[in-house]
């Protein structure tokens, strides 16, 4: 059962670190500036992943990198942000004089999404709803189902 949880953790983990990779990616399509992935620095700091700007106004990002379906199969609406996210996002903003903001990435096998808006415009909500920002509800969205082209078996939480 203990390297069964050190597997899964392992997965999450990964998972994690390639949702930031693709997350970097998207910034610079979208041409934020300064783009610095926080955990190069201090792992798990304070709410953020990532401290970026634009045109002038500085960012700080968590993002949230999950499979499509949870493990019974059924689409993973939710992307959980934390306790205290909005404590510990008033830290972080301070800490960087930046705006809190989100980046959630859903990956399936074949193809993934990206979608970004600010913490502000979840009113209160510790989760990102990525069914709402699916039908552009909540936030942007930066990509839409395209096609990766990595071998996802590793990453799936789907039983086989």
């Not at 106004?57 to 019974?72: C, D, G, L, P, T």
Request: aromatic share 12%.
């Amino acid at each position: 059962m203990e390297k069964e949880n050190k597997k899964e953790a392992a997965r999450k983990k990964s998972l994690g670190e390639l949702g930031e990779l693709f997350a970097i990616k998207a910034l610079v399509d979208k041409k934020f500036d300064r783009i610095r992935n926080l955990n190069d620095k201090l792992m798990n700091e304070t709410f953020a992943d990532i401290e970026c700007e634009k045109e002038g106004k500085n960012y700080i990002i968590s993002v949230k990198a999950r499979n499509k379906y949870q493990k019974n199969g059924k689409v993973n609406t939710r992307y959980n942000l934390g306790s205290d996210v909005y404590t510990k996002a008033v830290m972080a903003e301070k800490k960087y004089d930046a705006i809190a903001h989100w980046i959630a990435i859903q990956f399936d096998k074949n193809s993934f999404s990206i979608y970004f808006g600010s913490l502000e415009e979840l009113q209160g909500s510790k989760a990102i709803p990525v069914d709402k920002c699916e039908k552009g509800i909540i936030g942007e969205i930066w990509e839409h189902d395209k096609r990766h082209f990595f071998d996802f078996d590793y990453y799936t939480n789907q039983k086989k």
